[in-house]
């Protein structure tokens, strides 16, 4: 597998527009509810690159697949077409593993679990996104700590990968170039919340970046991308199936983003975050659970063969996480004294409760944008320190968050509903597809 | 009504863009099969017009548009907001009729219809269009005549249509700017045949022109756009539905279009054909039955007062159908002798029946792209006469058509269905709506 080196390597031969291609009658198959081919999708998307095809006819088609819906053949089909837009990498090991998220507030897991499983010996070669809308981004989290680099070329992040146990990185516009156009697109034609098109999106780019196991974490609730758990459960399925389908280990879970995952939010600040969970100085709840929960799907697809909650808690508690965590930053250029700089200072405001009850619910979305509002103003040390949680008892008065860099203390207040009673409680994690082991088993 | 001439008056003030205005929330309000407002389309529009909502959004739209439908009332709205696109014309008279065919292979009611009808006193403003696939176009008929014109100015126009009683003229690039532009796009995303984007392209131009009575000509079967006749009906009473919502009278009738109408397919040979028929040299059952049925409409739309029938025969036995026929064209520039040279010359080869029988079925779609690759290659006076119709009799080698100016005498042949008996007779007119007189009593 690490025979051709960690290069780029063509995909696949990219032969000229089939005869008798008619964009036309492509779209009208689909507009029809018919079924598009991975070779018709492969010459609508080629034609597009050609300039054969426009964007609106693309729009068109795009609108079309959105009303008409992508079976998982067709999905399938999509997800193959859209690989070979570009070029494709081998994996920089056999057994390393790549995490992705659909996008929430405060979900640092990612810098959290990283090194926690490459100190457990599992490689992770994780390529993230930028923030999205209301929900922060890996690479600007990483980008906050002074001298850390994203833009990795393949070469050196498979040498990380191997050297360090991890790396996070930004993808190379080389993979799946057909993505970006096809999200800009949909972007503003208001066809991004479809299944299929969501799903090919997010395989595709795993699939060519060459990751063996993957595990997806998709989120649900106000904060994010999906709110109806049924929509958010079809597309857990959706990215198993397509990457088994693809040849690769892969396993889902779907939860919560009714609350800010963590208590931090804001690039600078989740960067501490996961700096002070690694070193055992702050490691808030329910962010522990789900980067357990993570770390033992992710040692799991890695083929790990011990116990991995046990690896978990030992690389967390003995240090090594966090030694891993301080190796890979400076693998990346991290500047010596750059995790101090990260504690905030300047202004900050409390947003305090107006009434004494149980928090009964908090706008995460709310507070993502007033947090990325604030950092676009004041820098990467601002943001906002959520200090109750739903379910948690306030007094009149009493702070709700800290928010730093902005003085709009009303507005996250705003964010916070104070009940009289506390609510039912939320589980974490709603649905969890196949374990990796069985998925592997029905291959 | 004529009091402000008949220059170009605007419509209705344009402000900018309402406030809020955002094409990515009017898209997915279509897409979630809600309801656009006419506000709603007249900003789609501008911003369309102006840029700041690109070809691939519109595309996006006017495929969810095409998927979820368009109420009357929204259709309406999206006329509207066409017609606001650009520049209105009054009517050259208040009791001027237009007429519109949705497109057919050997159409050429227009010519003969618009004299008779100005020769029984009713002025006839009729603005046409071009061909369109395998279908006719009447303004390319009439330039198949030397000399003449149908870029006439709206001043023009309006002073033939007093002067002469009827004018054909294609119309002003400024009138419904929007529909071009629509329509170019529709073209190429598959999102043409659909029910209130039809009806709203069609209305908007002529209620922009300014007709104050329309009769509508919607042709059903494999020679027409519309092959289901529920689609058909359905059309026909929009239009005039849409059109009576401007303060229009009009008039609908869904016809056959199962074989060409006329014997005569061809830009020229249609112009010969019309002529012959108005001089009396030959009068094709069909066509005469149609020519009859749309001039007593013409008429009583335009308020008629005597026996519409009667008037319809006086005219055309008398000449004077004949008359305004030359006179029409003369005014339009024609030269001395022009409708003799149309007279078909040069090579010609028949196209016979390979077996004795009944002919069944004409695919006229197939003669009417065989007449305009003719055409392209060989000049105005090259296409098809049709020498036998469905139900007659046919001896084998006996010829079914002449073709003129191309040897593909098999290609033409092959559009002839020869069976064992007659198929039953199907009627010209499959449906009308309410006569213009009681459209008019339910206003």
Redesign the interface.
């Known amino acids: 597998m690490w025979a051709r080196g960690a290069g780029f390597a063509p995909f696949v031969a990219k032969p000229g527009l089939p005869m008798g291609f008619d964009?036309?009658?492509a779209?009208?198959r689909k507009?029809d509810g018919g079924v598009l081919s991975a070779g018709d999708w492969h010459s609508i998307l080629q034609a597009h690159q050609t300039g054969e095809a426009?964007?609106?006819?693309?729009?068109?088609?795009?609108?079309?697949a959105?009303?008409?819906g992508l079976d998982t053949q067709e999905t399938a089909g999509l997800t193959r077409a859209m690989i070979e837009s570009g070029e494709t990498l081998e994996a920089p090991a056999p057994n390393c593993v790549d995490k992705h998220s659909s996008g929430g507030v405060a979900d640092t897991a990612s810098l959290i679990v990283v090194p926690i499983v490459a100190a457990c010996g599992i490689p992770v070669a994780k390529l993230s996104g930028r923030a999205l809308g209301h929900t922060g981004g890996t690479l600007d989290k990483l980008e906050a700590i002074e001298g850390v680099r994203t833009d990795l070329a393949p070469e050196r992040f498979a040498a990380q990968v191997r050297e360090v146990g991890c790396a996070i990185a930004a993808q190379s516009a080389r993979l799946v170039p057909a993505d970006k156009k096809m999200y800009a697109?949909r972007d503003?034609?208001?066809?991004v919340q479809s299944l299929g098109l969501v799903a090919a999106s997010i395989v595709s780019k795993k699939i060519a970046a060459g990751a063996p196991a993957i595990v997806y974490d998709v989120k649900v609730g106000g904060g994010a991308f999906f709110n109806k758990l049924d929509d958010a459960r079809a597309l857990a399925q959706t990215l198993v199936d397509l990457s088994v389908s693809f040849g690769r280990r892969a396993v889902a879970i779907v939860t919560d983003m009714n609350e800010p995952l963590g208590a931090s939010i804001g690039t600078g600040l989740e960067a501490l975050a996961a700096r002070e969970f690694l070193d055992g100085t702050r490691r808030d709840a329910r962010l522990r659970a789900l980067c357990q929960k993570l770390g033992i799907a992710l040692l799991a697809a890695g083929g790990y063969a011990g116990d991995a909650g046990e690896a978990f808690e030992r690389a967390l508690a003995g240090g090594a996480a966090y030694e891993r965590f301080e190796r890979m930053l400076a693998a990346q250029g991290m500047r010596p004294g750059a995790l101090e700089k990260l504690v905030p200072h300047g202004s900050s405001t409390q947003a305090c409760a107006e009434r004494t009850g149980f928090v009964a619910a908090i706008d995460a979305s709310a507070l993502g944008l007033l947090a990325r509002d604030a950092i676009e103003a004041h820098g990467s040390n601002a943001g906002i320190v959520v200090h109750k949680r739903i379910g948690d008892a306030v007094r009149s008065g009493e702070a709700l968050a800290t928010v730093y860099g902005a003085s709009d203390a009303a507005r996250a207040a705003g964010a916070f509903a104070v009940g009289d009673a506390p609510p039912p409680e939320r589980p974490l994690v709603y649905f969890e597809t196949a374990s990796v082991r069985s998925t592997l088993e029905t291959r």
């Open positions: 964009m036309r009658r779209i009208a507009r426009d964007d609106a006819q693309l729009a068109a088609l795009l609108m079309a959105f009303l008409r697109l503003r034609t208001s066809t």
